[in-house]
């Protein structure tokens, strides 16, 4: 299975990083996790055909997660897809997504490739036949769901934008990698945590309690701070594992520890 992020920012973007949005490619599937900065421009240059895209996945409608959709599916119609896309979300995220869609009137177009719009926290998604995709609520402030990938015992799990919560170390058992959000340090904790939101020693608490064996940070807050490589090595002080900041347009391989 691999993953390629072509963005790891928060809400707010940086001159050389954009907001979370990452690609996924296993079992002749490919999936996008969340649409934001120009979705079509990053599948081209991270090498994936855009009309083969297997599905959408959306985490929740806050904007920096979901304003990239119209441009998908606006660049998708008129690059004459026929094949039908899946948009997995929870449901108040796909009723918002329906909204910003129709604004543009981009459900109406005429010759509009099917779009299957499915409940990702109802029940398993089988995405191929050794690929599946579950989505789990986290602790946000709207409804927001994390993803749990599994192409046979290979399995990551992404948190979303999420305050830490029990419930992930059933959501994350027998998980090699751990993708968690990092908004901010141990300093801003309190804040962060009343907003939904988690610091990096968090992070890395996270990744320790689920026994994965490799922690990749997103969602940094380049306008609060602090960096990135400050962030990793919070991280680091409390989980003993692999911690990595990833490298935009970098195929990440995962593998069966
Ligand atoms: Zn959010």
């Given at each position: 299975m691999r993953v390629v992020f072509f963005g790891t920012a928060g809400a707010v973007q940086d001159a050389a990083d954009s907001n979370v949005c990452f690609a996924v490619r296993a079992d002749g599937c490919s999936f996008l996790v969340d649409a934001s900065g120009s979705p079509v421009h990053n599948l081209i240059k991270a090498g994936l055909d855009p009309l083969s895209l297997d599905a959408l996945v959306l985490t929740h409608s806050h904007a920096d997660h979901i304003y990239g959709v119209p441009s998908l599916i606006h660049n998708l119609w008129l690059m004459k897809r026929s094949k039908p896309l899946q948009i997995i979300s929870n449901p108040p995220t796909s009723a918002k997504t329906m909204e910003l869609l129709e604004c543009f009137g981009l459900l109406k177009k005429e010759g509009l490739f099917p779009i299957e719009w499915i409940d990702g926290e109802k029940g398993v998604v089988?995405?191929?036949?050794s690929l599946n995709l579950k989505l789990f609520p986290v602790q946000h402030s709207i409804p927001t769901s994390g993803i749990r990938v599994e192409e046979r015992a290979v399995v990551f799990v992404y948190t979303s934008?999420?305050?830490?919560?029990?419930g992930l170390f059933a959501a994350s058992?027998?998980?090699?990698?751990l993708i968690h959000?990092?908004?901010?340090d141990i300093s801003r904790e309190k804040y962060l945590n009343q907003a939904g939101h988690s610091s990096a020693r968090q992070a890395g608490e996270a990744a320790a309690r689920s026994g994965v064996g490799r922690l990749f940070l997103c969602h940094f807050d380049y306008f609060a701070g602090p960096s990135p490589r400050d962030l990793l090595k919070e991280a680091q002080a409390s989980f003993n594992g692999d911690v990595v900041i990833p490298e935009l347009f970098q195929e990440y391989m995962i593998r069966d520890a």
């Open positions: 089988e995405m191929a036949a934008d999420t305050a830490p919560f029990d058992r027998d998980c090699q990698v959000e990092a908004s901010g």
